[in-house]
């Protein structure tokens, strides 16, 4: 593979606890975030401390992981080894999610340096929210003739409130990719490690991942009938007449997917109107900017009377008509609404027209909106030719 890792700078290690080959990856492995020189934004690197490429088949299935688009797991963008870090590493590219945590980290306070941040019990809610995120990442990933082969709680990520991605996957893929288990074997142990995961989550306790069995009998203290059921199923050894794929697993789990769709349509629904207000402030923030970029500006084109005559001094008696009017006795009017219709009529450019009068009451001007919204976009318009003339 060529050495790609002079294409990333800024690297900030992620760790917190020191790395032995007691990792799942049987290699000492380290989390960067770093910043790529191609597009300035930041991946998280994982690298392999020790690790010697003997085979191109290794990197085989990345190509496959790179191409899968799921919401619940954390994308791979590239792998490649390098020697700058004074041996020989293995390093996998990655999405970057800011002020992410483990879900070990999260609900089991794994690394010396952590609390959990969240300790007791699991609510079944949230549980059932991370079987569906998991379940759904599964499909895409096994239907693509690829599987995890790790779903543990410090390889799942949790990005925002109970949204939680697999990571590192495709490791396994090529640390281990002499390895003879076939692929059906190795879907069907995802589920098993589904299993074990949700376990432990569920009686709250990392130890069940392994030791299963111990655990199960509190589940029915705890947990309804359906969870309990549900884990059952999936630590369940197939047998030939019971396949196990994640085309039944959903199917069983078909409520729980449709609340979570139906949470997720809901939430979409706030974030448009969120966002479409938002918008609206971005236009009117726009329009303030330009307007602060003319008015009262002292000199221009050599000219010191710029903003006091022309097409400028319309903007700037509208400028005093939305921010400075007074009431009959000459106080201030801090009229929030008065300012919004205003702008937002300008930004329209409507055919209204309104009267404009100078602080001395001298002058007194006609204009409609449409006019004054022509004149900012002419004066804004020369503004900005001028800044591009002096930048060269
Ligand atoms: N893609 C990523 N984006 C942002 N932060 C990440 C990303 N991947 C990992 N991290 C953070 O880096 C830290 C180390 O991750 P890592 O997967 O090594 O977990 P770990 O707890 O150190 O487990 P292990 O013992 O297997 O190394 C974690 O705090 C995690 O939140
Ligand atoms: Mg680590």
């Given at each position: 593979l060529p050495e790609r890792i002079e294409h990333f700078h800024s690297l900030v290690p992620l760790d917190t606890a020191q790395q032995n080959s007691q990792t799942p990856f049987g290699y000492p492995s380290w989390v960067y975030k770093a910043i790529s020189v191609n597009d300035g934004k930041a991946y998280a690197l994982r690298r392999f401390e020790?690790?010697?490429?003997?085979?191109?088949?290794?990197?085989?299935?990345i190509q496959a992981w790179k191409r899968i688009v799921s919401g619940s797991i954390v994308t791979i963008h590239d792998v490649f080894t390098t020697r700058a870090f004074g041996d020989s590493s293995l390093i996998f590219v990655t999405d970057y999610h800011p002020l992410s945590t483990t879900l070990a980290q999260h609900?089991?306070?794994?690394?010396?340096?952590?609390?959990?941040r969240q300790t007791g019990q699991i609510s079944e809610k949230v549980l059932w929210s991370y079987i569906v995120q998991i379940a759904s990442a599964l499909k895409i990933i096994h239907n693509t003739?690829?599987?995890?082969?790790l779903i543990e709680p410090s390889k799942?990520?949790?990005?925002?409130?109970n949204r939680i991605r697999l990571n590192a996957c495709g490791v396994l893929d090529v640390?281990?990719?002499?390895?003879?288990?076939s692929i059906a074997e190795l879907q069907q142990d995802d589920l098993m490690q589904l299993g074990r995961l949700v376990l432990s989550l569920a009686v709250n306790n990392i130890q069940a991942m392994h030791n299963p069995t111990r655990f199960i009998e509190h589940l029915s203290r705890i947990h309804s009938p359906e969870l309990r059921e549900c884990i059952l199923w999936l630590l369940n050894s197939p047998t030939p007449q019971n396949f196990k794929g994640i085309d039944s697993f959903l199917a069983n789990i078909s409520g729980h997917v449709i609340t979570s769709f139906n949470s997720v349509l809901h939430s979409e629904d706030n974030m448009t109107t969120m966002l479409s207000r938002e918008l609206e402030n971005g236009r009117l923030v726009r329009l303030l900017v330009k307007l602060g970029f003319i008015a009262?500006?002292?000199?221009f084109d050599h000219d010191p009377q710029w903003s006091e005559s022309g097409d400028r001094y319309f903007l700037k008696l509208f400028r005093d008509h939305v921010f400075h009017a007074v009431d009959a006795n000459g106080n201030p009017v801090l009229d929030l609404g008065h300012v919004l219709t205003c702008l937002n009529k300008l930004d329209v450019g409507i055919d209204e027209r309104l009267q404009l009068e100078s602080a001395d009451e001298q002058t007194l001007l006609f204009v409609s909106y449409r006019e004054l919204k022509r004149r900012l976009q002419d004066v804004f318009q020369e503004l900005v030719v001028a800044s591009q003339r002096s930048y060269g």
């Amino acid at each position: 593979l060529p050495e790609r890792i002079e294409h990333f700078h800024s690297l900030v290690p992620l760790d917190t606890a020191q790395q032995n080959s007691q990792t799942p990856f049987g290699y000492p492995s380290w989390v960067y975030k770093a910043i790529s020189v191609n597009d300035g934004k930041a991946y998280a690197l994982r690298r392999f401390e020790g690790y010697r490429l003997t085979s191109e088949r290794a990197v085989r299935n990345i190509q496959a992981w790179k191409r899968i688009v799921s919401g619940s797991i954390v994308t791979i963008h590239d792998v490649f080894t390098t020697r700058a870090f004074g041996d020989s590493s293995l390093i996998f590219v990655t999405d970057y999610h800011p002020l992410s945590t483990t879900l070990a980290q999260h609900h089991f306070g794994a690394g010396s340096h952590f609390q959990p941040r969240q300790t007791g019990q699991i609510s079944e809610k949230v549980l059932w929210s991370y079987i569906v995120q998991i379940a759904s990442a599964l499909k895409i990933i096994h239907n693509t003739g690829l599987a995890v082969r790790l779903i543990e709680p410090s390889k799942i990520l949790l990005t925002s409130k109970n949204r939680i991605r697999l990571n590192a996957c495709g490791v396994l893929d090529v640390i281990q990719f002499d390895s003879q288990t076939s692929i059906a074997e190795l879907q069907q142990d995802d589920l098993m490690q589904l299993g074990r995961l949700v376990l432990s989550l569920a009686v709250n306790n990392i130890q069940a991942m392994h030791n299963p069995t111990r655990f199960i009998e509190h589940l029915s203290r705890i947990h309804s009938p359906e969870l309990r059921e549900c884990i059952l199923w999936l630590l369940n050894s197939p047998t030939p007449q019971n396949f196990k794929g994640i085309d039944s697993f959903l199917a069983n789990i078909s409520g729980h997917v449709i609340t979570s769709f139906n949470s997720v349509l809901h939430s979409e629904d706030n974030m448009t109107t969120m966002l479409s207000r938002e918008l609206e402030n971005g236009r009117l923030v726009r329009l303030l900017v330009k307007l602060g970029f003319i008015a009262d500006r002292p000199e221009f084109d050599h000219d010191p009377q710029w903003s006091e005559s022309g097409d400028r001094y319309f903007l700037k008696l509208f400028r005093d008509h939305v921010f400075h009017a007074v009431d009959a006795n000459g106080n201030p009017v801090l009229d929030l609404g008065h300012v919004l219709t205003c702008l937002n009529k300008l930004d329209v450019g409507i055919d209204e027209r309104l009267q404009l009068e100078s602080a001395d009451e001298q002058t007194l001007l006609f204009v409609s909106y449409r006019e004054l919204k022509r004149r900012l976009q002419d004066v804004f318009q020369e503004l900005v030719v001028a800044s591009q003339r002096s930048y060269g």
